[in-house]
């Protein structure tokens, strides 16, 4: 009977053992999370996409809620870029970060688009600097018990040709009191910078066609063409199928200004012209119209679809560098549509939009 008695009490005791082991074990263990896992690197928030940069969409003029102009005149706007502390506790430190323009962007186009000792027009595929156009302060200040500071970027859009691939390129740059991030795209922002309109953007083109003179029954469509910013009510397309994977693509911009007829803005006519009719015969034919209306999603009811309509385009041009010597006459006609979805919870515009 006490052999019995004394091991029913060492089993007991074994489990109390064990059970306080264990507890003392997950104590220490939950401990070691209350401390610092990392270095408290500074980085940018700006992902690299596949080409090597980070797209930013910015409005063309900002405006204020009564439909003003915020910075006082067209082509005037702002974006806050991120500056983040790395770590898994809070940054406890009242740190001022340096920051400047990176001088990296030569590598980049190098990497993406080739040498011009081997192809001199392959430049015009370069990303361009586009600093003359932007103002930011050369320090972020993150104080202690924040983990997150905004760089404002200022620019002016007023004036700037959107057929260049406008790149911002800049960098946190070292100091004594913190480390920027060792990873060089964290280290480091490359901001593709698409300012844009009520009007710009990716448009489906699935209903335009491009006929080539030489044979009008063999017309093709586009799956989509993208409108760039000229001002605050015009954009321009490149004419046909050309895009911008083109050297010389600067010689095919076809102009669309918006001209409202409605006071709400949403209906009106479209003008077409080119600043370099002459040489490409552009040659627009009849008037082309628009039109603007929302809808509300049918399973998300806080997103709203955009959508501005541009009917009866058509125009003529001629292709006349693709083939020296060689001119090719081409017709465009058809119908663009551009979707925005917005998110109604979201109160601020470019970030309510889902580019």
Request: negative net charge.
């Amino acid at each position: 009977m006490n052999t019995k008695i004394n091991k029913r009490r060492l089993i007991g005791l074994s489990f109390i053992i064990c059970h306080l082991s264990f507890s003392v074990a997950l104590t220490s263990c939950n401990d070691e999370w209350k401390d610092e896992q990392y270095e408290k690197y500074i980085s940018f928030k700006a992902p690299l996409n596949d080409n090597g940069v980070t797209a930013v969409y910015v409005p063309y003029s900002r405006h204020n809620d009564d439909g003003s102009l915020m910075y006082g005149s067209e082509g005037k706007s702002s974006y806050d870029l991120p500056v983040i502390v790395a770590g898994t506790t809070t940054n406890g430190s009242n740190l001022t970060v340096q920051v400047g323009h990176s001088d990296t962007l030569d590598i980049l186009n190098y990497e993406r688009f080739g040498s011009p000792t081997y192809r001199a027009d392959i430049i015009d595929l370069y990303y361009k600097d586009m600093s003359e156009y932007a103002e930011y302060p050369s320090t972020v200040q993150i104080n202690s018990g924040q983990d997150v500071g905004l760089l404002r970027i200022s620019f002016d859009f007023k004036g700037i040709d959107m057929v260049e691939k406008w790149v911002l390129p800049l960098e946190i740059k070292k100091s004594d009191s913190y480390l920027p991030h060792p990873r060089k795209n964290y280290a480091k922002a490359m901001l593709r910078v698409f300012p844009y309109n009520d009007y710009s953007g990716n448009y489906s083109a699935t209903t335009l066609t491009v006929t080539n003179a030489a044979d009008p029954s063999n017309a093709t469509g586009m799956e989509t063409a993208r409108g760039y910013v000229v001002d605050e009510n015009s954009v321009f397309f490149y004419m046909g199928n050309i895009d911008e994977s083109r050297v010389d693509r600067r010689f095919y911009k076809v102009k669309f200004q918006f001209n409202p007829t409605s006071p709400d803005g949403n209906q009106g006519t479209v003008t077409l012209s080119s600043d370099n009719a002459e040489k490409n015969l552009f040659t627009p034919h009849g008037t082309a119209q628009y039109r603007i209306y929302e809808q509300i999603d049918d399973v998300q009811p806080y997103l709203m679809h955009h959508y501005v309509i541009i009917s009866g385009i058509e125009y003529d041009y001629t292709d006349y560098t693709s083939v020296e010597n060689y001119p090719m006459a081409y017709t465009v006609k058809g119908i663009l549509t551009l979707e925005r979805q917005l998110n109604t919870q979201i109160p601020n515009e470019d970030q309510a939009i889902q580019w």
